[in-house]
């Protein structure tokens, strides 16, 4: 991707050019070949990156080998967020030499993507943590390019990608400058040879141990400390360290502004072509809405004859339908705001009445997907797709209501609030564990109903233990026993480094170790009634 635009010097005497004007999506004529793509107006060409600098350099190589160091294998935990905070220094030390300032959103943005990495420290399940450090990663990119439009925020939050290459070429160029400042080339030769050869000896010192295992107990005799088995591994999280945060520092040092690029709105169309269709759509929310209130009043029995359904079918089908009326609503809503009319304070009050009261109606159905969902779970229990999906639907509620507001008080600021929302949400997700609401949901059920999925409880991770260890025995150890077996007393896989195991696994393990498994365990029982009993957290085919 191009990331700079040289330009011609100007000729002694002559007055300076103009400034280029902004470049649109919609300013060149029909077929006009365009001489640089539009998107090259989101970089200053009068501001190259700035050179970089020692202390950017050194936190750069701190990441690098806090990566190797860390980042061994061994799982996530501490040592991610241990990792990001150097590769954080380089960029601040960057974007310092460079002369930028550090504003409001650039630090929410950052601490958020910091408190992101924090998920991983205190929660063992992967599928929230894979979440949180996804997020983070767009947030921190989105830190360091700032972003204010719809089209800023969204592409900030992928734009340090696009500066892998070029930051290779900023950072061996200033690591030049930096290693030959004072010293007449001389000790810069010496240090280029050291380095060469030092790359040369790891590269094959680690190819020639794994490939002959006398070799590698030479190597291992001349340095104890060198763990060859892992060097390989080290070595690329070496160099993943290396070039995140120097792609990072670089973004710092020179972001592309994205916010420039300038999109030409839809062409507004009249009252009756954009009201009528979305007017329409409001009476058709309104109905389904009185349908809906006369379920909740007593008329559920009798839907249910009338249709036909069972109570799983009701529940689960509706859901899912419901989800994908809120997702399309929030399109439409987006492409009516596109084509609204702009003539006056008349169509002002229009788009605000019609789209409010769809937003509001909206909102009514993402209540009602919730309370569908409220009594699925009641009835067949709670696993992780069910939570994860009521949790977008929530999300999608909180976007709804940001619209609304917007609709009020101007949505300059809408773009950055529905990001930072989805990162505080992503945020709360794994603050609150969800294995842990899984395994405790399902335990109150059991002590309600006696029905148990004891196959499905030993697929959650070590975050479900303390919720797990009240049940009584067998149900117990048999829905541990997985857990049992990799971290328990007589576990083949041994204790994880502190800094690479998440707290909610040694709480676990201090759990399972105070209390073992019985000797004399049979887990058949449980397992045939879930298949009799119909008790399947994923089949939902007999209410509880």
């Known amino acids: 991707m191009t990331e700079e635009v040289s330009v011609s010097p100007e000729p002694k005497g002559q007055p300076p050019a103009a400034a280029p004007r902004r470049t649109t999506a919609s300013s060149r004529p029909h077929g006009a070949q365009a001489a640089v793509p539009t998107w090259v107006t989101a970089v200053d060409p009068s501001k190259p990156a700035a050179a970089i600098g020692p202390d950017t350099l050194w936190a750069v190589l701190a990441t690098a080998v806090l990566s190797a160091v860390l980042l061994d294998g061994d799982g996530l935990g501490l040592n991610l967020l241990l990792v990001a905070l150097p590769a954080a220094l380089a960029a601040a030390f960057a974007a310092r030499t460079a002369g930028r300032r550090v504003r409001p959103w650039t630090l929410v943005w950052g601490i958020g993507g910091l408190a992101l990495l924090a998920v991983p420290a205190l929660r063992d399940a992967g599928w929230p943590s894979g979440l949180a450090v996804g997020a983070a990663v767009l947030l921190s990119s989105l830190a360091l390019h700032g972003g204010r439009t719809w089209h800023g925020v969204l592409l900030g939050t992928v734009g340090t990608f696009g500066s892998v290459g070029p930051s290779l070429r900023w950072g061996w160029r200033g690591a030049r400058v930096v290693l030959l400042k004072g010293s007449r080339g001389q000790w810069g030769r010496v240090i280029r040879a050291l380095g060469v050869a030092l790359l040369l000896l790891l590269v094959f010192g680690a190819l020639f141990a794994g490939a002959d295992a006398a070799f590698a107990e030479l190597l291992d005799g001349l340095t104890p400390e060198l763990a060859v088995d892992g060097t390989p591994l080290s070595a690329l999280f070496f160099l993943l360290g290396l070039l995140g945060s120097l792609a990072a520092a670089r973004t710092a040092a020179a972001p592309l502004r994205w916010d420039r690029i300038e999109f030409q709105p839809g062409r507004p169309r009249g009252r009756l072509e954009w009201a009528l269709p979305l007017i329409l759509l409001d009476v058709l929310f309104a109905a389904f809405i009185a349908v809906q209130l006369a379920v909740l009043f007593g008329g559920y029995r009798r839907v249910l004859e009338e249709t036909?359904?069972?109570?799983?079918?009701?529940?689960?089908?509706?859901?899912?339908?419901?989800?994908?009326?809120?997702?399309?609503?929030?399109?439409?809503?987006?492409?009516?705001?596109?084509?609204?009319?702009?003539?006056?304070?008349?169509?002002?009050?229009?788009?605000?009445?019609?789209?409010?009261?769809?937003?509001?109606?909206?909102?009514?159905?993402?209540?009602?997907?919730?309370?569908?969902?409220?009594?699925?779970?009641?009835?067949?229990?709670?696993?992780?797709?069910?939570?994860?999906?009521?949790?977008?639907?929530?999300?999608?509620?909180?976007?709804?209501?940001?619209?609304?507001?917007?609709?009020?008080?101007?949505?300059?600021?809408?773009?950055?609030?529905?990001?930072?929302?989805?990162?505080?949400?992503?945020?709360?997700?794994?603050?609150l564990s969800p294995d842990a609401l899984i395994a405790e949901h399902n335990v109150a059920r059991y002590q309600r109903t006696g029905k148990i999925d004891v196959l499905y409880l030993q697929q959650l991770s070590a975050d479900a233990v303390p919720a797990l260890d009240r049940l009584p025995e067998p149900a117990r150890s048999c829905s541990l026993l997985s857990l049992t077996r990799r971290i328990?007393?007589?576990?083949?896989?041994?204790?994880?480094?502190?800094?690479?195991?998440?707290?909610?696994?040694?709480?676990?393990?201090?759990?399972?170790?105070?209390?073992?498994?019985?000797?004399?365990?049979?887990?058949w029982p449980l397992y045939e009634n879930r298949v009799r009993g119909g008790a399947a957290l994923g089949s939902g085919e007999r209410p509880a």
Do not use: N
């Open 308 to 431: 036909g359904l069972t109570y799983a079918e009701y529940a689960r089908q509706g859901f899912w339908q419901l989800l994908a009326v809120t997702l399309l609503s929030l399109v439409v809503i987006a492409f009516a705001l596109r084509w609204a009319p702009r003539g006056g304070p008349g169509d002002r009050v229009l788009v605000r009445a019609v789209l409010g009261a769809l937003c509001v109606l909206t909102l009514v159905v993402v209540a009602a997907a919730l309370r569908r969902m409220d009594f699925y779970v009641d009835a067949y229990g709670l696993t992780r797709l069910r939570l994860s999906v009521a949790g977008v639907e929530l999300w999608l509620g909180v976007v709804l209501v940001l619209a609304m507001v917007a609709g009020v008080v101007g949505g300059r600021w809408l773009p950055r609030a529905v990001l930072a929302s989805a990162g505080a949400a992503v945020l709360l997700f794994g603050l």
């Open 488 to 523: 328990g007393p007589e576990a083949e896989e041994a204790a994880k480094p502190w800094y690479a195991s998440s707290l909610g696994e040694r709480r676990a393990r201090a759990l399972l170790h105070r209390r073992p498994a019985p000797k004399e365990l049979s887990c």
